[in-house]
């Protein structure tokens, strides 16, 4: 019997594998139309501008994980892990590529090694939970790009968002169970302990354009809390990593941790929005905000760690792979226009999977 042959593509953003590579993806990134929306004439000087004034930073977070980012290495870790997690199926043969949007493997390396596996379907899954223009969405329009480059066109299901899928819920609240248990082991009795579920921001006019990441951070916190069930759970949302000068969505992180240092509580600080480490969890929240929250005072500060390869984590995303292909174009997927139904406004996949 011929097996049928199926390509999981995972989008995830990239990040550079070396100090010289630090510039180039800051280029790339901001010189992006989803990420910087100014005219077109304008956008390769102004993105360049921007890159070059970022780089200073960035380099200095990256030399904190000794030059690079660890983003590929832990992706490839979660292809490989989701791979055994879809393999045993006597009638398809699943296999996971990356195709990072900043950083090697670009979209066009990831659709060369997809085409020469000869897939009768292709199944793009974000390894980000919500949907933004800016990350999903920018990928979907690379990925486009990169098939008709090179003439390849199998039949395709793009999954736009899992914010509010039961098995992400359910592993994620199993790491901030143990995290939480944890940091309350160490703390006095008498000090409160508050969940923060931080979320990277967007520039407020994305999401008054009609992004829905923000709506969906929310359905995924909900969800978690859920899932936790703790009661009196004392948890906010943020936002964090603003880059650009404009209004972003609040309230920040920073705004947060001197929240906390006012209450008098220690924090526990759950990412919401990555599901893998790199340098806006391993140097931003780890280092800057633990380094902010001692200074301000905070009485304990601790953070769950990314799902990375959980298997708890793998095992729900391959049921979200199994229940995308299964609905056909149904489940929150694209048909036809590379857009979710309704704006993501009330996203059906969500919705539904809420309601369940
Ligand atoms: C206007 C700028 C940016 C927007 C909008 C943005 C959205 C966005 N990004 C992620 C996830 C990641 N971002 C990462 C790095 C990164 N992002 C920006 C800027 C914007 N992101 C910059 C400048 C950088 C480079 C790092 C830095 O200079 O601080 C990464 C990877 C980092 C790594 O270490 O590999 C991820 C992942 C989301 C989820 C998102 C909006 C929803
Ligand atoms: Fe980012
Ligand atoms: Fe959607």
Redesign the pocket.
């Known amino acids: 019997m011929s097996q049928r042959r199926i390509a999981i593509v995972l989008f995830?953003?990239?990040?550079?594998d070396s100090p010289e590579a630090v510039r180039p993806?800051?280029t790339n990134?901001?010189t992006d139309p989803a990420?910087?929306r100014v005219p077109g004439f304008i956008r390769p000087f102004l993105g360049r501008y921007i890159a070059w004034k970022?780089t200073k930073?960035?380099l200095e977070?990256?030399a904190i994980l000794g030059g690079k980012?660890p983003?590929l290495e832990l992706t490839e870790g979660q292809a490989r892990a989701l791979e055994a997690a879809l393999a045993g199926d006597p009638g398809t043969a699943f296999r996971c590529f990356v195709a990072m949007r900043y950083w090697h493997p670009f979209s066009d390396e990831a659709a060369r090694e997809v085409k020469a596996w000869l897939p009768d379907e292709v199944l793009l899954l974000p390894l980000?939970p919500?949907y933004?223009t800016?990350?999903t969405g920018s990928s979907v329009t690379a990925w486009d790009e990169a098939c008709r480059a090179i003439g390849f066109s199998v039949p395709t299901t793009t999954l736009c968002c899992w914010h509010s899928h039961p098995g992400f819920a359910a592993a994620t609240a199993a790491l901030v169970r143990r995290s939480y248990d944890a940091a309350r082991a160490t703390l006095p009795a008498d000090v409160p302990l508050r969940i923060l579920f931080s979320?990277?921001g967007?520039?407020e006019s994305?999401v008054k354009a009609g992004d829905p990441?923000q709506w969906q951070v929310e359905r995924s916190t909900a969800a978690v809390v859920e899932a936790l069930a703790i009661d009196g759970l004392d948890h906010a949302i943020c936002y964090q990593?603003r880059?650009?000068p404009e209004v972003w969505i609040g309230p920040s992180t920073e705004a947060e941790i001197e929240r906390a240092a006012h209450d008098k509580v220690a924090l526990l600080v759950c990412p919401i929005?990555?599901v893998?480490e790199?340098?806006?969890t391993l140097v931003e929240l780890d280092v800057e905000y633990g380094e902010l929250a001692h200074k301000l005072g905070v009485p304990g500060y601790f953070r769950v760690p990314a799902q990375n390869s959980d298997p708890a984590f793998i095992v729900a995303l391959a049921d979200i792979a199994r229940d995308a292909l299964g609905s056909g174009r149904a489940l929150c997927s694209f048909a036809g226009p590379r857009q979710c139904p309704k704006q993501h406004g009330d996203c059906p996949h969500g919705a539904a999977r809420i309601a369940a």
């Open positions: 995830n953003l990239g990040g550079p993806f800051l990134l901001f990420i910087l970022r930073p960035a977070n990256y980012s983003l980000y919500q933004s800016t990350t979320a990277h967007l520039p994305i990441y990593s880059v650009t929005a990555f893998s790199h340098s806006e």
